[in-house]
């Protein structure tokens, strides 16, 4: 009798537990992904920048995964509003949450809800087309924008703002984001850390990016460039770091249609406006005892829009523990509790790359394999059959694949790259009922 195991989520970690539930099992296994979305592959289809294609294609190893005999997608299937915990819990084997962290963390400063700060979770889901996020959203009417947080998402971010539409055709942003795109007021983009160039998250591959990008100009500030102590005491990683930026603080601006001023040692304190953002007014810093204090000293910068780029954080399932303090699901090596696993940033929080979800949904795989193995089988009822009695019908793999046959035909019909997102999720669905 085969282990029959459903994964809860179809992003990076969910199909790696996939994976890795077919490479490691000694018998046969049957493996169900359940996706809210009728789309799999997650944070690679809705977080991943459009013109970061290598890091996109790895949505080509995970089609391979739901393509392996045993694994089946289910889209179109909400935990908690289609299937709860004991549905899943009296159909499979054992379940594993791999929901990520799909939310923003706020900072906490007074006019974060003004209208005009928006979360960077919200501005990367819209221009990777995310299905929640109208394409119609975001307006860049204001000349000047700031980007809060120095680590890979703001650097996306910014890429994004600073580049020229016409760049970013080739890419699989829907044609009605890139529209908007194309519109852009903006001149300047601030981008804003609150320690310095050493401490800064982002990584050596993606800084670099933002000294190439042809339509900006990206400008450090000589007093802000120096760090704290020795650079040889500096990992090889960071010493990169700081070697671009204080290259970039040395260099004068070639003129170009953008400008991107990286800032350090500036934390964000208010956002100001009248109904909505006009400026942000920011305290410079220093570190007492590796905290973060202010100086006293502020600055405020006319800028109309406010992308916050402070982290991501996962939010609480249906019935599945959940540990405000961590934002994760408590667990060891990946077991919640008998017969329920995590893995991902659900597990761990949003650190790392998409590779770092392999080994980690490798490890909760070997410790639910040793957790079942020798039980008997406890499930008692059909998944599909549970489905069908509250009349929801899930999106199939093959519906999905219609799904993406539109998006290259758009691609084609546009004469843009290998594929055109659809906006919006009414959109897709008509797509998979004209292929029925
Ligand atoms: P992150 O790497 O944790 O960076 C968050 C940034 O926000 C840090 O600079 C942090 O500063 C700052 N921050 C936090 N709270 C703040 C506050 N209250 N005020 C001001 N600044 C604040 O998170 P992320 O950029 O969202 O990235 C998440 C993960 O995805 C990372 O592992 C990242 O490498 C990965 N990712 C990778 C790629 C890629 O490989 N190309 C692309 C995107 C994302 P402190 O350090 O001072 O806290």
């Not at 960077?120 to 109208?134: K, S």
Request: charged residues 25%.
């Amino acid at each position: 009798m085969s282990l029959r195991v459903a994964i809860v989520g179809s992003g990076p970690a969910g199909v790696y537990t996939a994976e890795a539930l077919v490479k490691q099992a000694a018998g046969p296994v049957e493996v169900d992904v359940l996706e809210r979305l009728p789309t799999p592959y997650g944070l690679v289809r809705y977080g991943v920048a459009p013109d970061h294609t290598s890091i996109k294609s790895i949505a080509g190893y995970l089609r391979r995964v739901l393509e392996l005999p045993g694994v089946r997608f289910l889209g179109g299937i909400e935990f908690g509003r289609d299937v709860t915990v004991d549905d899943l819990r009296a159909c499979y084997d054992a379940v594993v949450y791999c929901t990520g962290a799909m939310v923003d963390r706020r900072m906490g400063i007074p006019g974060e809800d003004l209208p005009g700060s928006v979360a960077a979770t919200d501005f990367v889901n819209w221009y990777c087309g995310h299905p929640d996020m109208p394409a119609d959203r975001f307006v860049l009417d204001s000349p000047e924008v700031a980007v809060i947080g120095v680590g890979n998402v703001a650097v996306d971010v910014v890429r994004v703002l600073a580049k020229t539409a016409e760049e970013l055709r080739s890419t699989d942003v829907p044609e009605e984001v890139l529209s908007r795109l194309a519109e852009s007021q903006v001149k300047v983009i601030h981008m804003i850390g609150r320690r310095g160039p050493e401490h800064a998250k982002f990584t050596l591959k993606e800084l670099r990016e933002l000294g190439e990008l042809a339509n900006a100009d990206v400008c450090v500030r000589p007093d802000e460039a120096p760090v704290s102590g020795e650079m040889a005491a500096l990992s090889r990683q960071v010493r990169g770091n700081v070697e671009v930026i204080q290259a970039w603080a040395a260099r004068s601006p070639a003129g170009r249609p953008r400008r991107l001023d990286v800032r350090f040692w500036m934390r964000p304190v208010e956002i100001l406006g009248d109904g909505r953002v006009e400026a942000l007014r920011l305290e410079r810093t220093r570190l007492d005892d590796g905290r973060v204090v202010g100086t006293g000293e502020f600055e405020t910068l006319p800028v109309g829009m406010v992308l916050r780029s402070v982290g991501y954080r996962s939010v609480p399932l249906p019935g599945v523990p959940f540990s405000e303090a961590t934002m994760t699901v408590p667990n060891e090596a990946g077991r919640v509790r008998d017969r329920e696993y995590v893995a991902g940033w659900l597990k761990r929080g949003p650190t790392g790359v998409i590779g770092t979800n392999k080994s980690d949904a490798a490890e909760t795989v070997r410790t639910l394999l040793a957790d079942l193995s020798g039980r008997d089988p406890v499930r008692h009822a059909d998944l599909d059959a549970v489905l069908a009695e509250r009349g929801v019908s899930p999106v199939t793999y093959r519906q999905w694949l219609s799904i993406e046959a539109a998006e290259a035909a758009l691609a084609r019909t546009l004469g843009r790259g290998e594929r055109v997102k659809l906006a919006g999720l009414a959109a897709m669905l008509s797509a998979l009922e004209r292929a029925e």
